[in-house]
Every structure is written in structure tokens, then in C-alpha cells.
């Protein structure tokens, strides 16, 4: 490397190699992630609904979890506090008063505007 042309030529090298190494990780880790998901898919069932191991890929998953985004009203009062579920009730309870709380808000807002409109209604009328 005595030459000027072995340098460059050095050069060009580490930094092709810099330039396209994020590139080949990426490649790299998508041909690896997708074998571990033929790996995954490969696997003995465990007999559950959902194995354990899609929960943690933070895949979504269509597994209804009960008490979670119910609207209805008539549930939600009558939902009691089991042995197992402590907090179905308070969760509940929380959601009922967060969805009063809103329409409170929402028919002040609503009110608000109707006494703006009719005092607009009104200053037009003076003139």
C-alpha cells in the first residue's frame, strides 16, 4: 500500500461497507424475524387460545377480554365484585362517571353557544 491507488481503493472499500451496512442488518433481521415466525408457526400447540409468545410480539390479537370498552349501562350496574375480579366493579364505576361527566360538559358547551347565538340575534336586532 505504498500507492496512492491501494489507499483509495482502501477507502472506497470501508466506506461502501459503511454506507451499506445499516442496510444489510436490516435485511438481515427481516429474513431472521421471518424464519422465527415459521419457526413460531411450526411449533407444537400448547392447547391454549392464544400462545403466549404472540401476546409478547405485540401482535393485536382478536381475543375479546370481558368488562374492557363495554358501553352498556345495564352491565355495568349490574356488575358485582368477584373473588377473582376485585376491580370489574370500580372499573365500571369510573367509566360511568367519566361518560356523565362528558355529556355535563358537552350540553355547558352546547348552552354556552346557544346564549352567544342569541346575543348575536340580538345585537342584530338593535341596529
Known amino acids: 500500500m505504498e500507492n496512492p491507488e491501494g489507499w483509495i481503493r482502501l477507502v472506497w472499500i470501508v466506506g461502501a461497507y459503511l454506507l451499506l451496512r445499516p442496510y444489510l442488518m436490516k435485511l438481515g ?6 424464519q422465527h415466525e415459521k419457526d413460531a408457526v ?4 400448547t392447547g391454549a387460545e392464544v400462545h403466549p409468545n ?4 405485540g401482535r393485536k390479537i ?5 368488562g374492557v370498552d363495554s358501553d352498556d349501562e345495564e352491565e355495568e350496574e349490574k356488575t358485582e365484585a368477584k373473588p377473582g375480579q376485585w376491580g370489574k366493579k370500580a372499573r ?7 361518560r356523565d361527566t362528558l355529556e355535563k360538559e358537552e350540553k355547558r358547551l352546547q348552552d354556552e353557544q346557544e346564549q352567544e347565538d342569541l346575543k ?7 341596529d
Not at 29 to 34: C, F, L
Not at 92 to 98: E, G, L
Open 92 to 98: 365500571a364505576r369510573q367509566r360511568k362517571f367519566i
Open 62 to 66: 382478536g381475543v375479546a377480554i370481558p
Open 54 to 57: 404472540d401476546l409478547r410480539g
Open 29 to 34: 433481521a427481516r429474513a431472521q424475524e421471518k
Open 42 to 45: 411450526d411449533a407444537a400447540p
Open 120 to 126: 348575536d340575534i340580538a345585537d342584530l336586532l338593535e
